[in-house]
T-cell receptor
Framework: DAGVIQSPRHEVTEMGQEVTLRCKPI?????LFWYRQTMMRGLELLIY????????DSGMPEDRFSAKMPNASFSTLKIQPSEPRDSAVYFC????????????FGEGSWLTVV | DAKTTQPPSMDCAEGRAANLPCNHS???????VYWYRQIHSQGPQYIIH???NNETNEMASLIITEDRKSSTLILPHATLRDTAVYYC?????????????FGKGTSLLVTP
């Protein structure tokens, strides 16, 4: 299996620009998670989906962040407008309830907003 | 989910066993103990999980005390590639959600 696939791996953008991060979960998984990692705050859960439906978005920082999952094999995390404090590594992860709920992570998208 | 306490850092000599402790004194009966690790610049990697009994897989062993208030992850023969941050997480197996809440973890340094 290819694992969770994220793109882009690295992005540098200017403040105010729109950023779109993409994720392809492991085939057959019914849960998808978006996490953010910074030195100050560690790994934080932003939002997660079950069967393409958002279940808990309480970790989404503010209205500038939005996440969608139009189908079982694709999700996006969008930041508009981006700010320097959004600089972080964004991880996508997926799991299948029938596999003991083990969550598998992608390699992350490294975002720098200048 | 119950909170966990881990030492911030540990050292281990290559080839020796690495024993990483975790306290979870407020764990509930339906909560599992999960261990993940994160090697620098990579996504977190699942290691092992358990409920009551000790567990072993190809990566590690998990020892859970009888009262379930603490556990130890054992890497039997640590290598330099095991240098990473290790996270102990307790997580309910319920219908209310399956997300993992990460703490600060233990930074393990394996030395030659």
């Amino acid at each position: 299996d290819a694992g969770v696939i994220q793109s882009p791996r690295h992005e540098v953008t200017e403040m105010g620009q729109e950023v779109t991060l993409r994720c392809k979960p492991i085939s057959g998984h019914d849960y998808l998670f978006w996490y953010r990692q910074t030195m100050m705050r560690g790994l934080e859960l932003l939002i997660y989906f079950n069967n393409n439906v958002p279940i808990d978005d309480s970790g989404m920082p503010e209205d500038r962040f939005s996440a969608k999952m139009p189908n079982a094999s694709f999700s996006t995390l969008k930041i508009q407008p981006s700010e320097p404090r959004d600089s972080a590594v964004y991880f996508c992860a997926s799991s299948f309830r029938g596999q003991g709920n083990t969550i598998y992570f992608g390699e992350g998208s490294w975002l720098t907003v200048v | 989910d119950a909170k966990t306490t881990q030492p911030p850092s540990m050292d281990c000599a290559e080839g020796r066993a690495a024993n990483l402790p975790c306290n979870h004194s407020t764990i509930s009966g339906n909560e599992y103990v999960y261990w993940y690790r994160q090697i620098h610049s990579q996504g977190p990697q699942y290691i092992i999980h358990g409920l009551k009994n000790n567990e072993t897989n190809e990566m590690a062993s998990l020892i859970i005390t009888e009262d379930r208030k603490s556990s130890t992850l054992i890497l039997p023969h640590a290598t330099l590639r095991d240098t990473a941050v290790y996270y102990c997480i307790v997580r309910a197996a319920s219908n209310s959600g399956y997300a993992l809440n990460f703490g600060k973890g233990t930074s393990l340094l394996v030395t030659p």
